[in-house]
Structure formats: C-alpha cells, structure tokens
C-alpha cells in the first residue's frame, strides 16, 4: 500500500498555515510541520520524509521563500507548489527557475489546492521516472525542457512566451535549439522521444 504523502508547509501567516494543514488532512495527507521562515523549513525539510512542500514566497527571516526551496532541492528533488498574494513579473520568474510543479495565489480554495497537489505529483513522477533516463532531454538546458513540457501541453510559442515572460522570438529560438540538439525535424518528434 502506497504510504500517507507527507507535506511541509512554509508559511508565515499562522492562520493561513493552520488552515492549509487542516485542508491536507482533509485531503489524506500528514503534514509534517510548519515553518514560518526558511532555516526551520530546511531544518524540518532534513529530518522527515518530504513528498511535497507547499510554500509561500514571502516569509519571515534572511530567506524568501525562493530561496528556501533552492535550498531545499540542493538536498532531494521534490515537489514544490508556491503559494503568493505576489505575482508580479520579476517574483514569478524567480519562482520559475525554481522549476515549480504549481503555484497557487492567494486567496485559494479548496478545490484550488487540490488541483495543484494532484498536478503536482503526476508531473513530478512522470517526470523523475523518465527524464532522469533519458538522454535526449538531459542535452537540453532547463529553459529548453521548460518550454518542451508545455509544447507538450499543447501551448503554443506566443502561450509560452507570456508564460515565461521571454519574447515568442526568443520561445521561437528556444524550440529551434531544441530541434537542433535532438536531431528532430519538429517539436512533436521531440516529444515522442521524451515522453513516450
């Protein structure tokens, strides 16, 4: 039987943290401990079992949340799913390199964090089961694998562009790249070679 997925939850706000961990127990899942700033999060981080972290961007202490994950995924790749009342630009792009699995911004709901935590773990399993052995998509720089995945999706360049916060020229020159490197004639060879 696959175990209870435990979730650590990096929040400030009390009530918001306190809410969140009753959602997961809702939900199936063991909330392993909240931290209101990024050393707690990453102390906690290395003494449990973590399947998935749910964190928001801005938190108390020298750390942001960003900084916490980048942390935290120096010891184990996990899922990560930001939670923001701040989505500007400049906040999203650094949440991007992270290379979240969501991002839920306040004010959420139920159904909202569900859809993430689902989201969450069925990228991140497809992913860590066939990405990490496959050659063709580790030729590619992380940006390149970004903008694979959601060609993936169905998304097309100006969709990813906005998304990215890059030009469609410069999403347009990324795809060329990626064709360049794997020796595809088009973006849905690429994908057959990754994903299938």
Same mark, same amino acid.
């Given at each position: 039987?696959?175990?209870?997925?435990?979730?650590?939850?990096?929040?400030?706000?009390?009530?918001?943290?306190?809410?969140?961990?009753?959602l997961?127990?809702?939900?199936?899942y063991?909330n392993v401990?909240?931290?209101?700033?990024?050393d707690k999060?990453?102390?906690?981080?290395?003494?449990?079992?973590?399947?998935?972290?749910?964190?928001?961007?801005?938190?108390?202490?020298?750390?942001?949340g960003? $900084?916490?994950? !980048?942390?935290?995924? +120096?010891?184990?790749?996990?899922? &990560?799913?930001? %939670?923001?009342?701040?989505?500007?630009?400049?906040?999203?792009?650094?949440?991007?390199?992270?290379?979240?699995a969501s991002?839920?911004?306040k004010?959420?709901?139920?159904?909202?964090?569900?859809?993430?935590?689902?989201?969450?773990?069925?990228?991140?399993?497809?992913?860590?089961?066939?990405?990490?052995?496959? $050659?063709?998509? !580790?030729?590619?720089? +992380?940006?390149?694998?970004?903008? &694979?995945?959601? %060609?993936?999706?169905?998304?097309?360049?100006?969709?990813?562009?906005?998304?990215?916060?890059?030009?469609?020229?410069?999403?347009?020159?990324?795809?060329?790249?990626?064709l360049?490197?794997?020796?595809?004639?088009?973006?849905?060879?690429?994908?057959?070679?990754?994903?299938?």
């Amino acid at each position: 039987m696959e175990h209870t997925k435990n979730v650590l939850i990096i929040e400030d706000e009390m009530l918001i943290a306190k809410d969140l961990a009753y959602l997961l127990e809702d939900m199936g899942y063991e909330n392993v401990g909240i931290a209101n700033n990024g050393d707690k999060a990453i102390e906690l981080f290395c003494n449990h079992q973590v399947d998935l972290v749910l964190c928001d961007i801005n938190i108390n202490g020298e750390k942001d949340g960003i $900084e916490t994950v !980048q942390a935290i995924l +120096q010891y184990k790749k996990t899922p &990560i799913i930001y %939670i923001s009342a701040f989505s500007d630009k400049k906040t999203v792009e650094r949440a991007i390199s992270t290379a979240p699995a969501s991002f839920l911004t306040k004010p959420y709901n139920e159904r909202s964090v569900q859809i993430a935590i689902d989201l969450a773990f069925a990228n991140f399993s497809k992913k860590s089961l066939k990405l990490e052995e496959n $050659e063709i998509y !580790q030729k590619l720089t +992380q940006r390149e694998q970004e903008i &694979i995945a959601l %060609i993936a999706e169905g998304k097309t360049s100006s969709e990813i562009a906005e998304q990215l916060y890059i030009s469609p020229t410069t999403a347009a020159k990324h795809r060329n790249n990626i064709l360049a490197k794997t020796g595809c004639n088009n973006t849905s060879e690429v994908i057959k070679l990754i994903y299938t």
